[in-house]
């Protein structure tokens, strides 16, 4: 497919979604949902540079504003109302991560007398860490091609607390751990173990946003999550992020990208050690893909936004050799080099994907419609994926 047509499939998908989600024209209702949302929004922006036509800023902008609106208030159906931070409306408004964000789930989270249950609780609203992590990206992006610094002090604000709430802690009071999922208001957790990467999605992003503005630069009091980053490097020390999960392993290739990009600081040691072994748990995790036969099931058995994740961290892979090849300040191994050869020559697996979802029967299926508005902004973001991808 050559790239015009690419360009113009993504585009067409990100205003369908904006119309369906209810972003524009507006609706009193809109579907909100925080994971998909912060790929949409780096999408926008994504359209944006590429056609450098205003209304693509706008809408993801629009989104912004729209998602802490909804997803930083209690749901309609909750008898508190307001913001979930507690906050009058009009300090709401000035901070409205401060609270955290809603995940935008159909169910009501689970209050402390109810009894677990697994299947029903994939359906219930709540606050998940990777989530919180994937909007404070986004909102990194829009502060970067914007030069809005109110959006970077956001991603703080939602960092801080996210690290306050989430954190498991030992006796000592050093940080054992992260919560999988936590309650809408943050008060307590709804699953106590630990998502697998959470740690280092965490200590990743609060590393890129630390770093886009200098100390000297920043105006907005809450910019600096050094001691939260620290925190989460303790926990990932040692680790090991091996994973047969599909959307994992383009999580991982994600991670190392954006360490690889971020200029060296007093962690730059830590940084090389874990780009390595990123590099190497991907590796490992597409051998297993690749041999499973995963992508060789019918369109009713896949989920597309899953594989996607893995396409779209795929994509990262040529500007990894890129930065290897320079003088990124990290003085990176000659092991990292070779296996990003290895990956390179995995890069068709990306667009066989993109294909597979392309084709107009394969999204008719259950697995497509389903998760619809998820498979299309992440099939968007594969298609354009430096407005995730580049930092």
Not at 151 to 178: N, P, T
Not at 225 to 234: M, N, P
Not at 263 to 292: M, Q
Not at 364 to 391: D, F, K, Y
Request: aromatic share 8%; net charge negative.
């Amino acid at each position: 497919m050559v790239a015009n047509d690419t360009d113009k499939i993504a585009r067409d998908t990100m205003l369908r979604f904006a119309q369906v989600s209810g972003l524009t024209p507006r609706n009193s209702h809109p579907v909100r949902y925080l994971w998909t949302d912060a790929y949409a929004v780096c999408n926008f922006l994504a359209v944006y540079r590429r056609t450098d036509e205003d209304r693509y800023l706008q809408l993801a902008l629009d989104l912004v504003k729209q998602v802490h609106e909804t997803l930083g208030r209690h749901r309609e159906d909750d008898e508190r109302g307001g913001w979930i931070s507690g906050l009058d409306e009009d300090e709401g408004y000035r901070h409205p991560t401060a609270g955290g964000l809603r995940i935008g789930k159909l169910l009501p989270d689970k209050q402390p007398y109810e009894p677990e249950d697994a299947d029903v609780e994939w359906d219930r609203d709540g606050q998940y860490f990777h989530y919180l992590t994937k909007w404070m990206h986004a909102l990194r992006q829009v502060s970067k091609v914007t030069g809005d610094k109110t959006y970077i002090g956001w991603a703080c604000e939602l960092g801080k607390v996210a690290y306050r709430q989430f954190c498991r802690r030992s006796a000592d009071g050093s940080i054992a751990g992260l919560y999988w999922k936590m309650s809408v208001d943050l008060t307590y957790p709804v699953v106590s173990s630990m998502g697998h990467h959470d740690p280092l999605d965490g200590y990743v992003t609060f590393l890129e946003i630390d770093r886009l503005w200098s100390k000297e630069d920043r105006d907005y009091p809450a910019c600096d999550l050094s001691t939260e980053r620290h925190g989460l490097q303790g926990v990932c020390e040692g680790s090991n992020w091996v994973t047969s999960d599909i959307l994992g392993i383009g999580g991982l290739l994600f991670d190392a990208n954006r360490l690889m990009q971020l200029p060296a600081g007093r962690d730059s040691e830590f940084v090389k050690t874990t780009v390595t072994s990123l590099l190497e748990a991907s590796l490992r995790g597409i051998n297993h893909v690749l041999t499973s036969g995963v992508l060789e099931e019918a369109a009713v058995q896949r989920l597309a936004f899953r594989e996607l994740g893995l396409s779209i961290g795929l994509h990262a892979v040529p500007m990894m050799r890129d930065l290897a090849a320079s003088s990124t300040g990290h003085n990176l191994n000659f092991h990292v080099e070779h296996m990003l050869e290895d990956l390179g020559r995995v890069l068709p697996v990306a667009h066989s994907i993109e294909d597979f979802w392309l084709h107009p029967a394969n999204r008719r299926s259950r697995g497509w419609l389903g998760h619809e508005n998820i498979n299309m902004v992440m099939l968007a973001t594969s298609l354009m994926p430096e407005g995730v991808l580049e930092l």
